[in-house]
């Protein structure tokens, strides 16, 4: 069994609140089992530029409640390439360190699970990213934070909208996944949803506008940045053409949706996570991803996250119709 004595960790992809918190996982939990953290800067960028802090233990103190990631975050298409990807080994080399700890999505994990292959460098996945749509675990590191901050601007929205009798379309960040807009939409009472995993039926949007309109009522409609149709700003030129849009209104959440202090159920995951990779690599697992499934804390094949997540609590739909009026 390898010993290990020396690990990085890295974060990479779109930044997620809890981040820090797995990082000062990470790096306590090794500094308990007498092993030396290196954090990597800037993703995989950092494998490949050989850029590396050592972390001790008063490096994370204080990091905990604070969003976004102290090690910074990049996407890199670079690592895709065979010989960044030697590069990537010989600089990990260079240090000694025998294991990697990745933090992030499943493209991520993609580049990471490759990587593990080629060289045999032992590896763990911890799934961060808002968008809770990695396959293999039903929390995502970021998700409930994100999900807070989209209720909180969805409420601030429902006041002015009530005010001035209007139809709000509120694009959400997602990528490709629409779980942030569906479980937005269901905690504050939407009138519609609009999300890529659904073909949408315009005819019956439209008359839901119409009847909104005709009842001189405000409704929330909560459209994913990454729906068939585009988005909220292509929904409402759709609705132009059809003459709908004289009480309609367009507000795009934005990046405000992935920063700030990480909530309760963030921060006790990444913590948990953090910690539970450090021991699979002290047993000599390799290749795998810590996720959560039913309140419990587990780990899985690090190629797992690499087939597309089924969508989750689509019955939230019926549910967020059943419950709108027009």
């Not at 990049?74 to 025998?98: G, M, S, T, V």
């Not at 989209?150 to 959400?172: M, N, W, Y």
């Not at 960040?173 to 269901?186: V, Y």
């Not at 909220?232 to 030129?237: D, L, S």
């Amino acid at each position: 069994m390898l010993k290990i004595q020396n690990i990085a960790v890295l974060t990479s992809g779109g930044d997620s609140p809890g981040m820090n918190a797995c990082i000062r996982s990470v790096t306590r939990a090794a500094i308990y089992h007498g092993i030396q953290v290196f954090g990597v800067i800037d993703g995989f960028n950092g494998l490949l530029k050989d850029a590396f802090k050592r972390l001790e233990y008063h490096d994370v103190s204080n990091i905990l409640q604070h969003g976004g990631t102290i090690l910074g975050t990049a996407r890199c298409p670079e690592f895709f390439q065979p010989h960044q990807r030697k590069i990537a080994f010989a600089n990990l080399k260079k240090l000694n360190i025998d294991a990697l700890i990745v933090i992030g999505g499943d493209g991520s994990f993609k580049g990471a699970s490759v990587f593990s292959q080629e060289f045999n460098m032992p590896i763990i996945g911890i799934p961060g990213t808002i968008d809770n749509d990695v396959n293999g675990t039903d929390y995502t590191i970021g998700f409930d934070t994100a999900l807070n901050n989209i209720v909180s601007a969805l409420d601030k929205i429902r006041d002015t909208a009530s005010s001035h009798h209007r139809i709000f379309l509120v694009e959400v960040m997602g990528n490709n996944s629409g779980i942030l807009a569906l479980n937005a939409a269901a905690a504050c009472g939407a009138e519609e949803v609009f999300m890529p995993e659904l073909r949408e039926d315009l005819a019956f949007f439209e008359e839901k506008i119409k009847r909104a309109n005709a009842a001189n009522k405000s409704s929330i409609i909560v459209i994913s940045e990454g729906d068939q149709i585009g988005g909220a700003k292509e929904v409402y030129e759709h609705l132009k053409l059809k003459e709908l849009t004289e009480n309609v209104r367009v507000s795009v959440l934005g990046h405000l949706q992935r920063g700030g202090a990480p909530a309760f159920k963030d921060r006790l995951n990444a913590t948990l996570f953090g910690e539970k990779a450090v021991v699979l690599l002290l047993q000599g697992k390799t290749n795998l991803m810590i996720g959560i499934t039913r309140g419990k804390v587990n780990s899985q094949n690090l190629a797992i996250a690499e087939e597309a997540a089924p969508p989750k609590n689509m019955d939230y739909l019926k549910l967020i119709r059943k419950l709108s009026i027009y």
